[in-house]
């Protein structure tokens, strides 16, 4: 029997550090923007900010929810800003 509506599956969110040179994210769902500097990831925990120098983004697997970043890692900063864009109104319009 087949379950109409079922919820999609969770993701875990993870995050793996090496010595502030690499990030590894697990739990990704999107990413909304990244230059050198900055990247800009929705994640099943929220907006994640990563903040550095040299960024360069050398895995990317969305179907796995997987990114990893290599460059000098400055700061991480949650928004909770993502529950509200996967809202109903951001369904609607889109």
């Known amino acids: 029997m087949e379950k109409l509506n079922a919820p999609s599956r969770l993701r875990s969110h ?18 909304l923007s990244f230059n050198e500097s900055d990247i800009m990831l929705v994640t099943e925990a929220g907006e994640l900010s990563i903040e550095g120098n040299e960024l360069h983004i050398t895995k990317l697997n969305l179907d796995d929810g997987q990114v990893v970043v290599e460059g000098e890692l400055i700061a991480l900063e949650y928004s909770n800003a993502a529950t509200v864009k996967g809202g109903i109104f951001s369904k609607m319009f889109k």
């Not at 993870?14 to 990413?31: E, F, Q, W």
């Open 14 to 31: 993870c995050i793996h550090i090496d010595n502030r040179g690499l990030i590894s994210v697990t739990g990704v769902k999107d990413v």
